[in-house]
């Protein structure tokens, strides 16, 4: 479809203001973030070309992600009020233009932005995220030890395994012990002084190792120095897990959620609210875009002022319904998907309310 010049207006002027909102909150945003670092920045002799290359050029796209469906919206009220203030929508409405036409526009350039937002989550701001995580390790975060004592992990449906205690440096665990439940019924037991991960193999050398078999009324014992075996764990499930779940690009979060599950590891909320609300970003953008409109497009005798109030009264609301719907999800008392499109359903069941009291 061709643009026409109303068109391209509207979409240039929009994508202009939400570049400008865009780049006044995250310079906001980066100064208190700053503001809040530097004594940690001073204290551990952090590099200045590291504070900008690493973190901040890191942080900013970040941010921009975060928050990209509130500047939308802010832009899109922002802009919006201006023309209507200056009675441009009544000339548009009044030329024979109807407002779902005048939406056109509006949702061409959101769709724009969604698509740019799922593209930088998806796969570009992970590899951004892995560098931001380590700078914070490094520099602002204390030094991270695994300290676990009696560690408990199921690795499996029927399968916990046992560490008193593991060594990240050498990769080391020490008195370890794997059971094999089926029911209340236990069917086999090995235990090892220690496990060692073999790199070159990717394997686990149990040292000092014993089998205990449990067959019906029979038990069996096999024992010796040294096995290779793969166990469903490696020594990253010991490193730190800061910030994990947004340093996987989608397919790699896919695959991590795939492994937890063949676990049966509680904790699998947390990566689906992050897989799905990758998902809900683009119409989330969508949905507060036809709000803005909306509740900016009429000319107030009042002025710019109320309607910019009531649109940011509006995305605080939006966003305090998702921080709920996610703490709600994380928990686990409603379902994850439900929980992450929740805010999406009734707002978009708002713009519907709001689209059907515009006058005609």
């Known amino acids: 479809m061709k643009l026409k010049i109303l068109d391209r207006y509207i979409l240039k002027n929009f994508l202009i203001t939400y570049l400008f909102v865009a780049f006044v909150i995250v310079l906001i945003i980066c100064m208190i973030d700053y503001t809040e670092k530097v004594d940690d920045f001073i204290k551990r002799q952090a590099p200045g070309s590291a504070i900008l290359f690493q973190y901040y050029l890191n942080l900013i796209p970040y941010w921009i992600n975060y928050i990209s469906p509130l500047m939308v919206f802010i832009a899109t009220v922002f802009f919006t009020s201006r023309i209507a203030a200056r009675t441009e929508i009544v000339a548009m409405l009044s030329s024979g233009i109807s407002f779902g036409r005048l939406l056109l526009p509006y949702f061409m350039g959101a769709t724009v932005l969604g698509i740019v937002m799922f593209l930088l989550v998806g796969w570009v701001l992970p590899r951004a995220n892995k560098i931001r995580n380590e700078f914070e390790r490094t520099y602002v975060k204390d030094e991270f030890y695994f300290d676990g004592r009696n560690v408990h992990i199921?690795?499996?449906?029927?399968v916990y395994a046992y560490l008193e205690?593991?060594?990240?440096?050498?990769?080391?665990?020490?008195?370890?012990?794997l059971e094999t439940l089926v029911g209340n019924k236990l069917e086999e037991k090995l235990t090892a002084d220690r496990i060692v991960w073999q790199p070159e193999t990717n394997k686990?050398?149990?040292?000092?190792?014993?089998?205990?078999?449990?067959?019906s009324l029979r038990e069996s014992l096999s024992f010796g120095t040294s096995l290779d075996t793969t166990i469903n764990l490696r020594p990253k499930d010991f490193e730190s897990d800061y910030n994990l779940f947004e340093t996987f690009t989608l397919p790699e979060l896919n695959d991590y959620i795939e492994l937890l599950r063949s676990r049966g590891s509680d904790g699998l909320e947390v990566y689906l609210i992050e897989k799905y609300t990758r998902f809900t970003q683009p119409f989330a953008i969508l949905i507060l875009t036809a709000i803005g409109v909306i509740v900016s497009a009429r000319k107030s005798r009042r002025g710019v002022g109320l309607q910019i109030a009531l649109g940011f009264a509006l995305a605080f609301i939006y966003i305090l319904f998702f921080l709920l719907s996610k703490g709600?999800?994380?928990s686990g008392n409603i379902n994850t998907l439900l929980a992450v499109w929740l805010p999406n359903i009734i707002f978009s069941v708002v713009g519907i309310g709001l689209f059907k009291t515009l006058p005609r």
């Open 154 to 158: 199921k690795v499996a449906p029927n």
């Open 165 to 177: 205690s593991y060594n990240v440096a050498t990769k080391t665990g020490n008195k370890f012990t």
């Open 204 to 215: 686990w050398r149990l040292e000092e190792y014993r089998i205990r078999s449990l067959d």
């Open 328 to 330: 709600v999800a994380e």
